[in-house]
């Protein structure tokens, strides 16, 4: 990735961080650091791409976000924020993960869950009169 496209995928990635850091709260009890890599990372597996890495230490509400740019840069603004949401959700489950220090199946599943309805709330803005 050069690094006209590299700055451009950053900035992208940064400012809908902050916005979602600032949406959720996050921002407020934890200090989150965003990395940035030019290349993807495949995870382990065959034809899967990451968008994303979160690790997090909840005795010290710190984290890092990781995001893997070429990803990054096939994704739509709405499948961006939506990894973004889920990734943020990694930061508030990593402390449910037990001696494994693996993320599991379950937290995989509520994180996504969660992202969907964050994605709902902001898209939706408020809620509808007929309620
Ligand atoms: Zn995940």
């Not at 650091?33 to 509400?61: G, H, I, Q």
């Not at 379950?106 to 898209?123: F, K, P």
Request: charged fraction near 30%; aromatic fraction near 8%; hydrophobic fraction near 35%.
């Amino acid at each position: 990735m050069k690094d006209r496209e590299y700055n451009k995928q950053k900035d992208r990635v940064r400012k809908r961080i902050d916005d979602w850091l600032y949406l959720t709260g996050i921002s407020q009890i934890w200090k989150v650091t965003v990395c940035y890599e030019r290349l993807n990372d495949t995870d382990n597996r065959p034809n899967w791409m990451s968008t994303f890495r979160c690790d997090a230490d909840w005795r010290y509400n710190q984290a890092a976000i990781t995001a893997y740019l070429p990803t990054v840069e096939n994704l739509t603004d709405e499948d961006l924020d939506n990894a973004i949401a889920h990734e943020l959700m990694h930061i508030l489950l990593q402390e449910m993960r037990t001696a494994s220090k693996s993320h599991n199946d379950h937290e995989e599943r509520v994180a996504t869950s969660i992202a969907q309805v964050l994605m709902r709330m902001r898209n939706i803005g408020s809620v509808p009169d007929k309620m």
